[in-house]
């Protein structure tokens, strides 16, 4: 199945180039090689090439936020946070954070800064907001910053990290697993792709 370009073989390639792209401008170089072995090498690459198209975990779309997704936010929330559970900065970060609620407030806003990021702008795969909340705000970074706050404050519950005992200084401490979480949580709902 061969694909047909509007641009001239000699072209520089877009400045935007796609899988589509690349399958058109390898379909162009079989036609022109001469020795069976290249041509060989540039059906292995075009076959290469759609297998990772259809893989699916690069170049998909991801627009809705399913189950899978949510378990995917959690799984990514576990495999960063797990070594801030452990480590005893967290209790000292936390303490300061506590005693300057300005910068409580401005570590939340840097995490939700950092999902917005990775989700939308970083470019690790293309999200599209799907129905938002209230018409206006994106289901994905809400899930994923909830699942994250969720699972930080569970594990460091779970793991006597934290009592409750003092609970302004306690959630200033988880706030700061959160941090790690949340970035976990984003790398790992948008990295597999979307079925």
């Known amino acids: 199945m061969s694909r047909q370009s509007n641009r ?12 589509e792209d690349v399958l058109t401008q390898l379909e162009s170089l079989e036609e022109t090689v001469d020795a069976p072995e ?33 378990a995917e936010a959690f799984v990514g ?14 209790h000292e970060i936390g303490e300061f954070l506590a005693a300057t609620p300005a910068f409580f407030v401005a570590n939340l806003a840097f ?11 970083a470019g690790f795969q293309e999200v599209q907001i799907h129905d938002p909340y ?26 006597g990290r934290v009592d409750w005992a003092e609970p302004w200084v306690h959630l200033c401490q988880v706030s700061v697993v959160f941090t790690a979480m949340a970035v976990g949580g984003a790398l790992g709902d948008i990295l597999p792709g979307e079925d």
């Open 8 to 19: 001239p073989p000699d072209s520089p390639p877009p400045s935007d180039p796609t899988i």
């Open 38 to 70: 290249e041509r060989r090498e540039v059906r292995d690459a075009i076959r290469l090439t759609r297998r990772v198209t259809d893989n699916g975990v690069f170049g998909a779309v991801i627009t809705e936020f399913t189950r899978k997704d949510k």
């Open 77 to 90: 929330s576990v495999v960063f946070g797990l070594p801030l559970l452990v480590e005893d900065g967290v």
């Open 111 to 121: 995490a939700a800064a950092l999902v917005v990021g990775i989700l939308y702008v």
């Open 134 to 159: 209230f018409g206006v705000v994106p289901r994905r970074p809400v899930w994923v910053l909830a699942i994250a706050f969720a699972t930080a404050a569970l594990m460091m519950t779970l793991w």
